[in-house]
């Protein structure tokens, strides 16, 4: 098969290796990684890891197809729905699986390994498809790892710019089914955006950690076992 024709079908793959161009072309590995290789070195495609390839340009493209199952989330979905002014250089990708982190084209990619792989939405655009999480399941990720949303703030951001389907989140909490991310949540929302969740819930006696530095009323704290930190 002619270069060009080739290309012509691996424009339609986010991201391909080998087993790919065997497909297309008809030919053994062999053949197919020395293919590889060439267009490569020719600036024709572009090398991301081991056995992956690409021709596209967007990150969240690119960092959507990797592996499978996975979808975008933390800060970097924060920034893709406009939540927050800064800019990172790195995408944030749930997977099921640990993976190594990798630079790509002045990106930085990160996987975050958890058993909570649901909750998002695909977004097309011209180069592809993005894998990305809700903004009610952002919310549930943001306060289940605020670590991963560069801090307590970019929390807070997103709790302040969301408007959540109820309906939607409180799904979400229940299959995630974890009472401290769920007080977290409840109390947020609540606080932020007078939305009261707690009925949908039967809550422990426990306390759990909240947001640093917020002024909730006694009464809040109490309703939703949140710790004071006043």
């Known amino acids: 098969m002619q270069t060009i024709k080739l290309i012509d079908k691996l424009d339609k793959l986010p991201v391909f290796g080998v087993d790919d161009v065997c497909h297309i072309t008809g030919k053994d590995r062999k053949y197919a990684k020395l293919k590889l290789s060439r267009m ?5 495609v572009k090398r991301i890891m081991r056995d992956k390839y690409t021709r596209k340009r967007n990150p969240f493209v690119i ?11 933390y800060w970097s979905a924060s920034q893709f ?3 927050t002014d800064q800019l990172p250089i790195t995408i944030k990708v749930v997977t099921d ?12 990619f990160d996987f975050i390994k958890s058993k909570n792989i649901f909750g998002f939405r695909t977004i097309r655009i011209a180069e592809g498809r993005i894998y990305i999480a809700d903004p009610e399941k952002l919310l ?3 306060v289940s790892r605020p670590d991963l949303m560069g801090n307590e703030g970019e929390v807070l951001n997103v709790y302040e710019s969301v408007s959540p389907n109820t309906k939607k989140l409180i799904k979400y909490l229940k299959h995630q089914s974890v009472l401290s991310v769920t007080k977290r949540v409840g109390s947020l929302i609540e606080f932020t955006q007078r939305i009261d969740i707690s009925r949908a819930f039967t809550l422990d006696r426990n306390y759990t950690k909240g947001i640093t530095g917020l002024s909730m009323s006694d009464d809040l704290l109490k309703k939703w076992r949140i710790k004071s930190d006043k």
């Open 140 to 142: 549930i990720d943001a």
């Open 40 to 44: 490569h070195k020719k600036g024709l």
């Open 63 to 73: 960092a959507s197809h990797l592996y499978q199952p996975s979808y975008i989330s």
């Open 81 to 83: 729905y406009g939540y």
């Open 97 to 108: 699986k640990a993976r190594e982190s990798f630079d790509f084209d002045n990106v930085r």
